[in-house]
């Protein structure tokens, strides 16, 4: 396995494989029902995310590859990110997502990942945030994202100096691959839509500075 940093070359891949990631996790499937709907919906959304956030330079793309393919993605961000501008989003494409995925139901998917991360850009110190970690469909289960989290996401942030590593997520699933990882659970919340309701855990690994920082590869 090797670690790389994104290049413009690999991102609409890389975005594609994290939108094929996401096509049934509830986070997104309780707002959009239809699958055909989601899936269109998601191919634009995840690509429009990559290119708001692709010049920012407290923004690391980084990528997992065996053979040179790419099979895990991760998107790590700094203490001093700030979340794109909405004139940003709208630029890189936003429209577009919400003409395929419905004014109404993505705006209402948007108010609840503003809440569901909240408590991690609420944290005060060092703490560096992992917006996204995916791994590709036909790859899971074979030890990749612990890999990737243990030989690379996790040495970059304590080489940066980082104290902390914080994410939330909305799959129990999820939640047993973090704390099997060492992340512990501060905050818990559910948020519901149209008579449905999911869950919503942030999680952080602290102590991170005290470490000794490994070789990046």
């Known amino acids: 396995m090797k670690y790389e940093r994104l290049i413009q070359e690999e991102l609409k891949q890389s975005a ?10 509830e986070y997104f499937s309780i707002f959009i029902s239809d699958e055909k709907r989601r899936k269109r919906c998601l191919d634009a959304m995840i690509k429009c995310e990559f290119k708001a956030n692709w010049n920012d330079p407290e923004t690391q793309f ?23 501008s909405d004139f940003d989003y ?3 494409g936003w429209l577009g997502v919400m003409l395929k995925g419905g004014v109404k139901e993505v705006n209402a998917w948007n108010e609840m990942e503003k809440q569901a991360s909240a408590p991690c850009h609420g944290l005060v110190g060092n703490i560096w945030y992992l917006s996204l ?3 590709a469909k036909d790859r899971e289960g ?10 690379c996401i996790i040495p970059r942030v304590q080489n940066a100096g980082g104290e902390s590593l ?8 999820n939640r047993k691959f973090y704390e099997k990882n060492g992340f512990i659970l501060f905050d818990e919340r559910r948020f519901e839509y149209v008579g449905m309701n999911i869950g919503s855990w942030s999680y952080k690994l602290d102590e991170l500075a005290k470490g000794k920082p490994k070789v990046l590869r």
């Open 16 to 25: 594609q494989l994290a939108a094929e990631a996401f096509y049934d996790y």
């Open 62 to 84: 980084i990528v997992a590859k065996e053979n040179d393919r790419i099979v895990a993605v991760a998107q790590l961000c700094s203490p001093d990110y700030k979340k794109p």
């Open 90 to 92: 709208i630029r890189a």
């Open 133 to 135: 970690l995916i791994v």
């Open 142 to 151: 074979k030890g990749i994202g612990s890999r990737f989290l243990n030989e």
């Open 166 to 173: 914080s994410l939330f997520t909305n799959s129990e699933l």
